[in-house]
Nanobody, 120 residues
Framework: VPLVESGGGLVQPGGSLRLSCAAS????????MMWSRQAPGKEREEVAT????????YYANSAKGRFTISRDNAKNTLYLQMNNLKLEDTAVYYC??????????????WGQGTQVTVSS
């Protein structure tokens, strides 16, 4: 089942971007959701996770204080607000479905990702 990520682009260090992930084909409000990213030559890493209710969130150390994950269950959409972007945030960003809060990623749901490039 596809997920459609959008909102990436080219931004200068210190800038901001808001990523979106449109979900379809499943009951979005039943699932925790995660943003992950993969930089060239590196393994994919978790950025942030949000519970299905939106009441709990987890952030990787690299994202704490700069990124905010949120969701709109009425719109079946996941968001990632990224502020104070750094060069090392350059990566392809993906949204993922988790089988439970902080549980395994469900491989049945996938997207093409959205490219974020931070460059001066």
């Amino acid at each position: 089942v596809p997920l459609v990520e959008s909102g990436g682009g080219l931004v200068q260090p210190g800038g901001s971007l808001r990523l979106s992930c449109a979900a379809s084909g499943f009951t979005f409000s039943n699932y925790a959701m995660m943003w992950s990213r993969q930089a060239p030559g590196k393994e994919r890493e978790e950025v942030a996770t949000i519970a299905n209710t939106g009441r709990s969130a987890y952030y990787a150390n690299s994202a704490k204080g700069r990124f905010t994950i949120s969701r709109d269950n009425a719109k079946n959409t996941l968001y990632l607000q990224m502020n104070n972007l750094k060069l090392e945030d350059t990566a392809v960003y993906y949204c993922n479905v988790r089988r439970s809060y902080l549980g395994a990623v469900d491989p049945n749901y996938w997207g093409q990702g959205t490219q974020v490039t931070v460059s001066s």
